[in-house]
Nanobody, 124 residues
């Protein structure tokens, strides 16, 4: 079993910053791609940014230049630095990871895991 746990959300004023963290624990052999998604009320979940194990990144156009994704492979952790926050960034932010783990039969498999989300609210 693998768990992803996010932290770092909260209430922040427009123009402020936050740093989100997400750590994978449990039966983790390795992790390939990791990413952050967000879902605002009444909207579909959307990709914010993603990072490969080697550190290559891609971002949604709406966050380019303001959000930075990074990871620490030794800690199985991905980060999202959010700067210049806007009210439209208000959403639940979810961590996603493609985890190589052992099945009950002892085989190495790749499974897509999600965290439970952390709320980011941007308001004055």
């Amino acid at each position: 079993q693998v768990q992803l746990v996010e932290s770092g959300g909260g209430l922040v004023q427009p123009g402020g910053s936050l740093r989100l963290s997400c750590t994978a624990s449990g039966r983790v052999f390795s992790i390939s791609d990791m990413g952050w998604y967000r879902q605002a009320p009444g909207k579909q979940r959307e990709l914010v940014g993603a990072i490969t194990r080697g550190g290559s990144t891609n971002y949604a156009d709406s966050v380019k230049g303001r959000f930075t994704i990074s990871r620490d492979n030794a800690k199985n952790t991905v980060y999202l630095q959010i700067n210049s926050l806007k009210p439209e960034d208000t959403a639940v932010y979810y961590c996603n990871a493609k985890v190589q783990t052992y099945s009950s039969g002892g085989y190495l498999v790749t499974v897509d895991y999600w965290g439970r989300g952390t709320q980011v609210t941007v308001s004055s």
